[in-house]
């Protein structure tokens, strides 16, 4: 009796490989892009500590230390981020055979942080338009008062 026949594994296409020239600019970002995201966590992690501080040995308690621990947060958070690109700009530079791959895993990282920006812009707008419009109606009252 014939033993059934393992079937071959079919291999793993080839990437497209980029070139010398092409790999210079992706190791330049890669370290450009490791120095803005390492002062980045810096900041984060100083706001946030400055955040809990603040909050902490202030009279007002740790809501006077809020926005310093949010700002910090969100420092730290695209930092790490950009890190995470960072690496896989590296690693397209370090390998073989996976540039693609490593290109992608970049770019959906980028997208994240990008995305992350943008809502924070969104957040940030609203709330500023709502200062003002606070501010607005206080006026008005302040000013009926008298």
Do not use: C
């Amino acid at each position: 009796m014939a033993e059934p026949q393992a079937e071959a594994e079919p291999e793993a296409e080839p990437q497209y490989e980029f070139n010398e020239a092409q790999e210079e600019i992706f190791l330049e970002l890669s370290e450009k892009i490791t120095i803005v995201s390492t002062f980045l966590i810096m900041i984060g992690l100083f706001r946030f500590s400055i955040g809990i501080l603040v909050g902490i040995f202030s009279d007002l308690g740790i809501g006077i230390g809020v926005d310093s621990i949010i700002d910090g947060a969100f420092y730290f958070l695209i930092g790490f981020l950009g890190k995470k690109v960072a690496n896989n700009f590296q690693k397209i530079v370090e390998t073989q055979g996976n540039d693609i791959d490593y290109l992608m895993d970049a770019l959906s990282e980028l997208r994240k942080g990008v995305a992350l920006a943008f809502w924070l812009l969104i957040v940030s707008a609203a709330v500023w338009v709502a200062v003002v419009i606070h501010g607005i109606i206080d006026a008005a009252q302040y000013t009926e008062m008298w």
